[in-house]
């Protein structure tokens, strides 16, 4: 299984993002996935999560509002769009999958917010 992030960088205060993870060697379209992210000296937390289907989605109440997952099935792509962002939502942001009976990580990508 791979996990792979990409649309991370470097982004002022107020400004947006999307993140995209390219799953493979899963099936994607039975996994539950979600985004996770690490800030230096922080636990890793949740951000958001989408059933499989798409239909059902939760998010950290520091998010909502502004962030937005979401799901292609069709490629096999996981995303996130961050609007709003502030110097709090500054981490490395990671995908996560669950395929039974274990859960899978991509290698995370930076996102930095400036003041």
């Known amino acids: 299984v791979r996990l792979v992030e990409s649309g991370g960088g470097l982004v002022q205060a107020g400004g947006s993002l999307r993140l995209s993870c390219a799953a493979s060697g899963l099936t994607f379209s039975s996994s539950t996935m979600g985004w996770y992210r690490q800030a230096p000296g922080k636990q890793r937390e949740m951000v958001a999560t989408?059933?499989?289907?798409?239909?059902?989605?939760n998010y950290a109440d520091s998010v909502k509002g502004r962030f937005t997952v979401s799901r292609d099935n069709a490629k096999n792509t996981l995303y996130l769009q961050m609007n709003s962002l502030t110097p709090e939502d500054t981490a490395v942001y990671y995908c996560n999958a669950y395929a039974f009976p274990r859960y899978y990580w991509g290698q995370g990508t930076q996102v930095t917010v400036s003041s």
């Open positions: 989408i059933n499989i289907g798409g239909g059902r989605t």
